[in-house]
């Protein structure tokens, strides 16, 4: 039984260990606290975007606007404290309640409506991408104090290796989710839905509010994500985080979240991100190969995942 729930994060954290130890073997300085620290430094946005996507797939859904909400976040957030002169204290609270109302958006469609999550979400993506190029097609530089403060802040840890506020920010964003996900009423219901939706109906569990709740916190994720990116960048551009819903759904599903719903681990999302960190790491210590290369090795393990995931599936359903 224990082999069969938690095989799939298993077989990421290995792959993790793996990965981590052939890039420790060819490159001298590899193996050290500060190379796994800089994989959070780097992807802290993504692994923020990456947990909310995890409750979405766990639901059954799919979420393909996270990407354009980040980058829509970074451009209202350069527009009003740059041209407006807001302060940040102001307008981090406002594009997170954006961001939470766009996903609540979405996820009333998709419930009261009846319509797909893919064809909703769609939508959505070119909705918060275009409303970017409403805005400005050019890119608004950042040089207000605080969010130059906050990007240059480091915190020193023993050993001479140091996090960024933005790893702070992710880390705490994972440890809240891993108690949503296994210690409340909520991940409960959101593993119930994805699990089977017409008998979490039939049990009295409340679908409409778990499924909204769901692309609700999506969107509030996508949204500090786009915060967190605004410090990594001090910018804000319509072509911020393009492509980044398809890293997320790759890092969830590398992560060992199924598909179709009803299993999967913020852990195991966890990993899923440090694993594409290290293989962008590996690319950037080898010096002669293009960084697409990373996008190759992703494509390959999302892949093999999907299959391992199928065997799993079938070999469940065969059973008595």
């Not at 996270?66 to 209202?76: K, N, R």
Request: net charge neutral; aromatic share 12%; with cysteine.
């Amino acid at each position: 039984m224990f082999s069969r729930k938690y095989f799939s994060i298993l077989v990421t954290c290995a792959l993790f260990a793996l990965m981590f130890a052939v890039g420790s073997y060819l490159y001298t300085g590899f193996f050290s606290l500060q190379v796994i620290l800089n994989l959070l430094i780097d992807n802290a946005f993504l692994l923020i975007t990456a947990v909310g996507m995890t409750f979405v797939i766990i639901s059954g859904g799919i979420d393909l606007s996270v990407g354009s909400v980040i980058a829509l976040t970074t451009m209202i957030s350069a527009t009003l404290v740059q041209e407006h002169g807001w302060s940040p204290m102001a307008v981090i609270p406002l594009v997170l309640l954006m961001g939470a109302a766009f996903g609540w958006g979405m996820g009333a469609i998709i419930h009261y409506f009846q319509i797909q999550p893919f064809i909703v979400t769609l939508a959505g993506m070119f909705l918060a991408r275009g409303l970017c190029y409403v805005i400005s097609i050019d890119t608004i530089t950042i040089d207000n104090a605080f969010y130059t403060a906050v990007a240059q802040t480091k915190i020193d840890l023993p050993g001479g290796s140091y996090v960024s506020i933005n790893v702070v920010i992710a880390l705490i964003v994972v440890a809240l989710a891993v108690y949503l996900a296994h210690y409340t009423r909520f991940g409960r219901n959101v593993y119930a839905i994805g699990g089977s939706e017409q008998s979490a109906l039939l049990m009295g569990l409340p679908v409409a509010q778990t499924k909204i709740g769901v692309y609700t916190l999506s969107g509030f994720c996508s949204a500090l994500a786009g915060v967190v990116f605004t410090f990594y960048m001090l910018s804000g551009y319509g072509l911020h985080a393009v492509g980044m819903e398809l890293d997320t759904i790759a890092a969830v599903v590398i992560g060992g979240t199924l598909l179709t719903g009803g299993v999967g681990y913020v852990m195991g999302t966890f990993f899923g991100v440090l694993i594409q960190g290290v293989i962008q790491t590996i690319i950037s210590f080898e010096g002669t190969l293009s960084s697409w290369w990373t996008k190759i090795v992703i494509g390959l393990l999302l892949f093999m995942f999907i299959l391992l995931q199928r065997v799993l599936s079938t070999r469940r359903s065969m059973q008595p």
